[in-house]
């Protein structure tokens, strides 16, 4: 089932040319649609689906700086700041709220790494605190369960995902950004060497410029084009409970548990590291790349055989651009959630706080999550194809980074200095053999 989504008009005349053109209606392609559109360029942005259709309505909704990976904290830092910004932009509520974030450990191992990310944190300008037990019963008086240790970030946030990208859309296009949904990009025209065009259903664009925020799509459109991007998809499931008592104002990660007090009142729930790897052709591509990752995460991940990979068995990677696309047949992808997860979660949350016998689960919902080797995302220009930019790989982290991601995909298509130093998210790090990072500590 599909989570809830505020839905945004489109414009439905298709410009004959833009400065850049966007593809991929999620929160990294809205954000950098907004961004690029305030330097001053034309912007269109092209979406197969609805905007924020996909993962950027099925998250937690969590906007946080704890427990990123050094290369990230930056990016989540400037996300902060932008997602006040453009939500006061846009005449619209997204959701967001400082309202803080607290995980919680009963392992003394992780309490000690913590305790080295908070360190690594305060040299970016991020002030996280490492609590006591004490600490913790002070601020969740309600929890049973004894804890050795917790990480505090105040200054962190929440948005609700419902909302949020259909409002940053609109300060968007506030800004002149033109907005095209059910409009599915078919692929790129290039001339001399370089990008000139992108096909859509509904028409070509021209344009010398293109930024693909495609998410889980986003391998399968360069393949299109002879550029390999090693993607792995793990299919993860959360839900919503009905109205409850405020045990947070904030969110709250444990192994057992992950939540984010609501706007209606519930909780978004969902269990930490837990998901569905489906085994496809796709993913035995990248199998080798994708192997030390899965040798870290494997205790919470469902390896399945199912369609996809008879339909992948079967699909045409090289489609011709007068006629329909994958990217039609899928117009938003909606993996059924795993109750098994949604039971286990709802049964450990209550069992940890008693105040909230009787709140059942109002709706549960699956998403696709986009995941690279490292886990870091790619933000970046493809040097075999002037003048076409990824901005992808979030693997999970996509929504509350998403504004400043945005903000650095519009620095590296418009050609100016990058906010942050990009080299992090270099996308030849994933295809010249180079070791990559172990996943960050979250």
Not at 406 to 423: E, H, K, M, Q
């Amino acid at each position: 089932m599909s989570p809830p989504l505020n839905r945004i008009a489109s414009d439905e005349r298709l410009p004959e040319a833009a400065d850049v053109v966007i593809i991929g209606g999620g929160v990294i392609g809205v954000s950098a649609a907004y961004h690029l559109a305030r330097k001053g360029h034309s912007v269109a942005l092209v979406e197969k689906g609805h905007v924020g259709a996909e993962q950027s309505s099925r998250n937690w909704g969590w906007c946080r700086q704890q427990g990123r990976a050094r290369a990230e904290i930056p990016l989540a830092r400037e996300a902060l700041r932008l997602w006040e910004e453009m939500q006061n932009d846009s005449g619209q509520d997204a959701g967001f709220r400082r309202t803080g974030v607290l995980f919680m450990t009963k392992d003394p191992a992780e309490a000690a790494a913590w305790e080295r990310w908070a360190a690594i944190a305060r040299d970016e300008q991020v002030h996280s605190t490492v609590l006591t037990p004490a600490e913790i019963a002070e601020r969740l008086p309600g929890n049973t369960e004894t804890w050795v240790a917790g990480l505090h970030t105040p200054s962190d946030g929440r948005a609700e995902p419902s909302m949020a990208v259909p409002a940053l859309a609109a300060a968007a296009r506030k800004h002149g950004v033109t907005l095209h949904q059910g409009c599915a990009a078919r692929g790129l025209e290039t001339a001399a060497g370089r990008v000139s065009a992108v096909v859509t259903e509904k028409g070509r664009i021209r344009t010398s410029a293109v930024l693909l925020a495609g998410g889980a799509w986003s391998s399968l459109f360069c393949r299109r084009h002879g550029i390999d991007l090693p993607i792995g998809l793990v299919n993860a499931t959360a839900c919503r409970t009905t109205a409850a008592p405020e045990i947070t104002t904030g969110a709250l990660g444990t192994t057992d548990y992950c939540v984010r007090r609501r706007l209606d009142g519930g909780f978004t729930l969902a269990l930490r590291g837990r998901g569905t790897v489906e085994l496809t052709p796709d993913l035995i591509r990248y199998a080798r790349t994708f192997w030390p990752t899965y040798l870290q995460r494997r205790k919470g991940l469902k390896v399945r055989l199912g369609a996809s990979f008879f339909s992948q068995l079967m699909r045409n990677d090289k489609w011709s651009l007068d006629q329909p696309s994958p990217f039609e047949a899928e117009r938003v992808r909606d993996p059924l959630p795993d109750m098994s997860l949604v039971e286990e979660a709802l049964a450990h949350f209550v069992a940890s706080n008693p105040a909230l016998a009787g709140v059942e689960i109002a709706e549960a919902w699956g998403g696709t999550i986009d995941s690279t080797p490292d886990t870091v995302p790619v933000i970046s220009r493809v040097e075999t194809l002037p003048g076409f930019t990824l901005a992808t790989g979030f693997s999970g982290h996509g929504f509350g980074i998403g504004p400043g991601a945005g903000r650095l995909a519009a620095d590296i298509v418009a050609g100016d200095t990058p906010y942050v130093d990009p080299s992090a998210y270099d996308y030849k790090r994933l295809i010249d053999g180079r070791p990559l990072a172990p996943v960050g500590l979250f």
